[in-house]
T-cell receptor, first 112, second 111 residues
Framework: DQQVKQNSPSLSVQEGRISILNCDYT??????FLWYKKYPAEGPTFLIS?????DKNEDGRFTVFLNKSAKHLSLHIVPSQPGDSAVYFC???????????FGKGTRLHILP | SQTIHQWPATLVQPVGSPLSLECTVE??????LYWYRQAAGRGLQLLFY??????ISSEVPQNLSASRPQDRQFILSSKKLLLSDSGFYLC??????????FGSGTRLTVV
């Protein structure tokens, strides 16, 4: 039973354009939503998060949007750069459980 | 500074052999510790987490077990490995809610 769904296993975007990664979740009780970035043979690193009481959070080239009614969040990267090529994991967190649950990830390829 | 060590980086083990992966954290006290596995097509799956010495919670039934003999040491074990145990195993720690730091991982291949 997947609580976090990333339906696109991979995505290719031209350098300089916008990358949009999508994520759906099932439980309206999650308190935070996060994005992690992972390079091959390395551990994931935290990228950006958003509280359930907000609908947008921006940090430099990265913006996360939260649509609670649709139980959907997205990560926008603009402009996309070659170093953005990695696997991006959507994740959810509930204060009560103090655990992060990850999706399956989306592999982003930035094309020159 | 706080660091997390995970070893070995890669491991090839035959089916039926035992497993022991170790994770240690430095520079912090009483962290929450986690074991995750990234298997092909499965994303990052939480296997075990621990909020203190000797306290282990299992998230999924499986062929693996975890132990926390010391505050900053977390061990993942198996008595007999299965082919399906192959994957990339990640240890993580947190002392502040939401703030997870991951180790560099162990690539386990069971042959």
């Amino acid at each position: 039973d997947q609580q976090v769904k990333q339906n696109s296993p991979s995505l290719s975007v031209q350098e300089g354009r916008i990358s949009i990664l999508n994520c759906d979740y099932t439980n309206s009780m999650f308190d935070y939503f996060l994005w992690y970035k992972k390079y091959p043979a390395e551990g994931p690193t935290f990228l950006i998060s958003i509280s359930s009481i907000k609908d947008k959070n921006e940090d430099g080239r990265f913006t996360v949007f939260l649509n609670k009614s649709a139980k959907h969040l997205s990560l926008h990267i603009v402009p996309s750069q070659p170093g953005d090529s990695a696997v991006y994991f959507c994740a959810v967190y509930m204060n009560r459980d103090d655990k992060i649950i990850f999706g399956k990830g989306t592999r982003l390829h930035i094309l020159p | 500074s706080q660091t997390i060590h995970q070893w070995p980086a890669t491991l090839v083990q035959p089916v039926g052999s035992p497993l022991s992966l170790e994770c240690t954290v430095e520079g912090t006290s009483n962290p929450n510790l986690y074991w995750y596995r990234q298997a092909a097509g499965r994303g990052l799956q939480l296997l075990f987490y621990s909020v203190g010495i000797g306290q282990i919670s299992s998230e999924v039934p499986q062929n693996l077990s975890a132990s926390r003999p010391q505050d900053r040491q977390f061990i993942l074990s198996s008595k007999k490995l299965l082919l399906s145990d192959s994957g990339f195993y990640l240890c993580a720690w947190s002392v502040v809610p939401l703030s997870y730091t991951f180790g560099s991982g162990t690539r386990l291949t069971v042959v």
